[in-house]
């Protein structure tokens, strides 16, 4: 088996990743917009940046979809739609799906570690987010199958507020990360952790936080 990076340098890579992509996007515009206002997509493509960098760095894929990647971490590659219908998984995307790196015989065996969700301006609980949280937890709630190689999944978020916001972040991330938990814990089979940069103080304008919230098999 291929050398692959630990969780925890993946989980820094990602957070450096979304930290650049913050710094980057308010140079190119002159200081007048902050990350959230740029597309998921920039987040993506900086965090895939930093994971390129590690050491034992994976195959990284942008935008793969949800067939290809259970396709690439079941042991029966053609019963991806089978394990779609028995757990209510939609056809969709992940931001980044990160993939054991070796000399490939040919193009159905690649073998798929990591899925990683990122969102932009994340600031209250909403039903999206739930959502992604609960597509993570069906794509890794496996049967006891060695063969399954999913390791763990990321849900990655840039998160900012004005100063004329009631609530802080101080209060909304907890919350947030709250009602995660909530839908991890419908999953016996898992658990969940997060991890944040801080917040940071905009000054005279606002705060800003990048976190983790990463889910993984006990």
Not at 114 to 126: A, E, F
Request: net charge neutral; with cysteine; aromatic share 8%.
């Amino acid at each position: 088996m291929s050398l692959f990076p630990t969780k925890k340098s993946v989980i820094d890579a990602t957070i450096k990743g979304i930290c650049k992509a913050k710094d980057n996007f308010l140079l190119w515009t002159n200081d007048r917009l902050y990350l959230s206002h740029a597309p998921a997509k920039m987040l993506s493509i900086h965090v895939a940046q930093e994971i390129a960098q590690i050491k034992n760095s994976p195959e990284i894929f942008i935008d793969a979809s949800v067939s290809d990647i259970l396709r690439c971490s079941l042991k029966n590659r053609d019963a991806f739609l089978d394990y779609m219908d028995k757990n209510s998984i939609k056809e969709g995307v992940f931001s980044i799906t990160l993939d054991e790196k070796f000399k490939h015989k040919n193009n159905n065996d690649s073998i798929s570690r990591v899925i990683i969700s990122i969102k932009n301006g994340i600031r209250d609980t909403k039903g999206i987010y739930l959502d992604e949280v609960e597509k993570i937890c069906k794509m890794l709630d496996s049967p006891k199958d060695e063969n399954y190689t999913l390791d763990y999944g990321i849900l990655a978020f840039y998160s900012d507020l004005p100063n004329s916001a009631r609530k802080k972040l101080s209060t909304r991330i907890p919350q947030i990360i709250k009602s995660f938990d909530e839908i991890v814990q419908k999953f016996p089979n898992l658990k969940a952790s997060f991890q944040d940069n801080g917040i940071h103080d905009m000054q005279d304008i606002g705060e800003w936080v990048v976190g983790a919230y990463t889910i993984q098999k006990l």
